[in-house]
C-alpha cells in the first residue's frame, strides 16, 4: 500500500505542528537539500503549454529518493471555479521504484514556496526588515506574508492587487494577527514606497512589468515569485540591470523567469552557491537584490520528504492500493484471474 496524503491530512498537520513550526522545519529541510547540491541529477521541468496556461512535470533525483511533481497553471481558472495551481507529487525509493509517497501538493506548494522565499531572503534582504509590500494578493499570498512575518519579523504588510476582492480577502483572513499591520494601498507604486522587501505573486500569463526602475529604493530586496513560465515576468529588465540576481536553476530560470528577458550572458548566482558560502548574498546596505523565483523541483522534493517524516507518524495517511497485490511477482497476467486473486489475498 502506498501512504496518500489528502489536503484534508495537510490541512490536519498544520493545525498538530502549528503553521510557524511547519514553515521553520521546510526551511530546514530546504536548506539541507540546497546544501546538497551536486549529489542531485536535475533538469528543467518538462512543460505542454497552451493559449489559456500550462501543464509541467517536475523531476529530480539523488541516489537515494526520487519525486516528481504535476503541476498546472491557469490564470483563467478562478472563472470557472477552479484553483490557478493544482497539484500533486511522489516520492519513491531509488532502488527499487517503490513509491513511498503519493501527495496533495497545492496547498503545500504555496507553503515551499513561501518558506523559499524567506530562505533566501535571510540571506538577501537587509538585517532588520520590517516592511514588505506584497503585489499580488490572490491564493499564494497568505502564506508569503505569514512565513515573511513569523520567520523573518516582517510586521508591517502594504497590499496592492488589480483585484481589490483579492486584497480584501487577505485581510479578512490576516485579521488579528498579533503583531502584524495591514495596509490596504491605492498603487503598486503606492504599496512598494518605504518597503524593505517587495514580494511580487501576480498570476497573469503575459510579459509585465509590475515593478520599474522609478520606484526602486537603495538597499530593497524583490522577491520576484509570480514569473515562472516562458512569456510571463513582472520586473522591468532595468530593475535586473541595477540588482544583484539570484537564481534556483540557471537553465530553468532562463527559459521562465524574469531573466528570460536578459542577454544569455546576463550575470545570475544560483542561490545554493549563496547557501555554501561560495558567492556572495547581499553586498551592501544599498545593494538592491533580486530572487528571481521560479519554482524548482528540489523544493518539492524538500517538502515531500518534510511531509513523509512527520505526516505518517502522526498517522495522517490513507493506505492507496496504487500497485498489484501479486503472489508471484513475476505473473503479472495472474492478477486478472480469480483464483490468483483469491490465492493473493489469502
Known amino acids: 500500500m502506498t501512504p496518500l496524503l489528502t489536503p484534508q491530512d495537510i490541512t490536519q498537520l498544520v493545525q498538530r505542528v502549528g503553521l510557524p513550526d511547519l514553515l521553520r522545519r521546510l526551511v530546514s529541510y530546504l536548506e539541507a537539500d540546497f546544501l546538497r ?3 542531485f541529477d536535475k533538469t528543467p521541468r ?5 493559449p489559456v496556461g500550462v501543464i509541467e512535470l517536475m523531476p529530480i533525483a539523488d541516489a537515494r529518493q526520487y519525486s516528481f511533481k504535476y503541476v498546472n497553471g491557469h490564470p483563467g481558472n478562478a472563472r470557472a471555479g477552479l484553483p490557478t495551481v493544482m497539484a500533486f507529487g511522489v516520492l519513491a525509493d531509488v532502488a527499487t521504484g517503490l513509491p513511498t509517497l503519493l501527495s496533495e501538493l497545492t496547498l503545500t506548494t504555496a507553503l515551499r514556496t513561501a518558506a523559499t522565499s524567506v530562505m533566501v531572503a535571510k540571506r538577501l534582504a537587509r538585517p532588520g526588515s520590517r516592511v514588505m509590500a506584497l503585489i499580488g494578493n490572490g491564493a499564494q499570498s497568505e502564506f508569503q506574508a505569514l512565513a515573511f512575518h513569523h520567520l523573518l519579523g516582517i ?6 492587487d488589480i483585484d481589490t476582492a483579492a486584497t480584501a480577502k487577505l485581510q479578512r483572513n490576516l485579521a488579528g494577527m498579533p503583531g502584524l499591520r495591514l495596509t490596504a494601498c491605492a498603487s503598486t507604486a503606492d504599496a512598494v514606497r518605504g518597503a524593505d522587501i517587495v514580494t511580487t505573486i501576480t498570476a497573469d500569463k503575459t510579459n509585465a512589468t509590475i515593478i520599474t ?7 530593497q530586496h524583490l522577491n520576484a515569485v509570480g514569473g515562472d513560465c516562458p512569456g510571463k515576468t513582472e520586473l522591468h529588465p532595468e530593475v535586473l540591470r541595477r540588482a544583484r540576481v539570484v537564481v534556483e536553476y540557471e537553465p530553468q530560470s532562463r527559459i521562465e523567469g524574469d531573466v528570460q528577458q536578459m542577454p544569455a550572458d546576463f550575470p545570475v548566482t544560483e542561490f545554493w552557491r549563496v547557501l555554501a558560502g561560495q558567492a556572495p548574498g547581499r553586498e551592501s546596505a ?3 537584490t533580486v530572487f528571481d523565483s521560479v519554482g524548482f523541483a528540489l523544493e518539492d522534493f524538500a517538502a515531500l ?4 517524516d512527520l505526516a505518517l507518524p502522526l498517522g495522517l495517511s490513507t493506505p492507496l492500493p496504487l500497485l498489484p497485490e501479486l503472489a508471484d511477482p513475476r505473473d503479472l497476467f495472474g492478477c486478472l484471474q480469480p483464483q490468483a486473486r483469491a490465492r493473493a489475498a489469502a
Open 305 to 308: 520528504r518534510l511531509l513523509h
Open 213 to 219: 526602475p522609478d520606484m526602486l529604493a537603495p538597499g
Open 286 to 288: 544599498e545593494q538592491i
Open 46 to 50: 518538462v512543460a505542454a503549454h497552451s
Open 155 to 160: 510586521n508591517e504588510l502594504r497590499l496592492f
Open 37 to 39: 547540491w551536486a549529489e
